[in-house]
């Protein structure tokens, strides 16, 4: 087992709106689907482990691209949206925010008389996990939301989140049981968010003398060492920069799915009657699902399937979003998804956009390119949590702007 990494965040406060989260949970739960049916509940597992693919699953959904709200809203969504199902999917979420953490003991005993696993090693596992990073790792942060994701097969992985006493930004940590050794020698593998200057962690290689001089709490010899340490750190402006975005995927993404020849691109993805702006979507969604881990470097592009609350980069896109979740529930209920023709298709999307990269050179515009798409997205339903302005019909828009 090994821990999986941290975010630090800037902190955002208010709560998602119903119209948003209601989506999220929808298109979260087909998206882990989808991953389920093509990779197996490994992968599901080891990429909620990411916090690059886990901050770029956020994006896609509508979240803010940057901010902590992306931990608590998107595992709030997927909670709601998996549990019901979780006997077929083999997937189950404990914990969350708040009080609802301190359920996660509660939870974890009711999951395993479900499953049969160990719950006593699985409520153990969540308690240490918790301990060590707000007891053994003093970095100013403190846990307010927990969650063990666990599968069938006894394997999980957990993500939670401390708020920095002084500084008003917050933290995440994730965790997966593959390879985890100890608990207590340099278990993390990933953790995201800002430098804090000094700090207490008995959990570091280094502090092996210092435990053995406090208390082993492992009696084990640890087994491996953490080689691949993945840190992000967001920033605190809620706008897009070039800084931001790998403009090479972008630029290829949007020539793909704008401005490629539209009767040859229907044929390919065999979705007739979508437009280039969900299909922009789609291929976003795609990657998230199919893209590799090096695909996620940049979380800030997957707000280009479908905005943010806050309005940036640009609104969400209500009549896109809505299309995008439609696609993707009406493709797994197909009796074979692995061999149906959407998802051959969508993964052609995804790959084609890759192919188009190899010899792409952006010319980046990103201003241009994120003014169109405020503009598309009012058009097509855009709302943020605070709605204003009048909705410009599509002929206001103009002809299509040289972005890329």
């Not at 049916?37 to 770029?56: C, T």
Request: proline share 4%; net charge neutral; charged share 20%.
């Amino acid at each position: 087992m090994k821990r999986g990494g941290t975010a630090d965040l800037p902190l955002h406060y208010g709560k998602v709106p119903k119209w948003l989260y209601e989506r999220m949970s929808k298109l979260g739960l087909s998206i882990i689907e989808n991953i389920l049916a093509d990779y197996g509940q490994d992968e599901v597992l080891i990429r909620l482990a990411d916090p690059f693919w886990f901050q770029s699953f956020g994006a896609v959904m509508g979240m803010d691209w940057h901010s902590s709200g992306v931990t608590t809203s998107v595992m709030g969504a997927l909670k709601r949206s998996v549990n019901p199902n979780s006997m077929s999917l083999g997937i189950h979420i404990c914990g969350g925010k708040g009080n609802q953490s301190r359920e996660t003991p509660k939870e974890i005993l009711k999951v395993s008389e479900l499953t049969g696993i160990d719950g006593a090693l699985m409520v153990r596992n969540s308690r240490m996990v918790a301990k060590v990073d707000s007891t053994a790792l003093q970095d100013g942060y403190q846990l307010y939301l927990h969650n063990f994701i666990l599968s069938d097969q006894g394997k999980w992985t957990v993500v939670q989140q401390g708020m920095h006493f002084r500084d008003g930004t917050a933290r995440r940590y994730h965790w997966h049981s593959d390879n985890l050794g100890s608990f207590v020698n340099g278990p993390q593998r990933h953790i995201i968010g800002r430098p804090q200057g000094a700090l207490l962690d008995l959990s570091s290689h280094e502090a092996a003398q210092n435990r053995e001089g406090i208390i082993s709490l492992c009696k084990e010899a640890p087994e491996s060492v953490v080689k691949e340490f993945r840190s992000l750190v967001m920033s605190a402006e809620h706008q897009v920069g070039t800084v931001d975005i790998d403009l090479k995927r972008l630029g290829a993404m949007l020539y793909v799915t704008r401005e490629a020849n539209v009767d040859d691109f229907e044929e390919l993805l065999l979705l007739k009657g979508i437009g280039p702006r969900t299909m922009q979507a789609l291929a976003l969604v795609s990657e998230v699902i199919h893209g590799g881990p090096f695909r996620f470097q940049d979380p800030a592009r997957f707000s280009f399937a479908h905005g943010g609350k806050d309005g940036y980069p640009f609104p969400v896109p209500l009549k896109v979003y809505d299309q995008t979740i439609e696609i993707f529930q009406t493709s797994i209920k197909s009796c074979d998804w692995s061999m149906s023709e959407k998802n051959v298709a969508i993964r052609n999307l995804h790959q084609l956009c890759v192919k188009a990269e190899s010899a792409f050179r952006p010319d980046s515009d990103l201003s241009s390119a994120i003014q169109r798409e405020r503009m598309e997205s009012r058009a097509y339903g855009g709302r943020t949590v605070v709605d204003s302005g009048p909705v410009p019909k599509l002929s206001q828009i103009g002809a299509q702007l040289s972005l890329f």
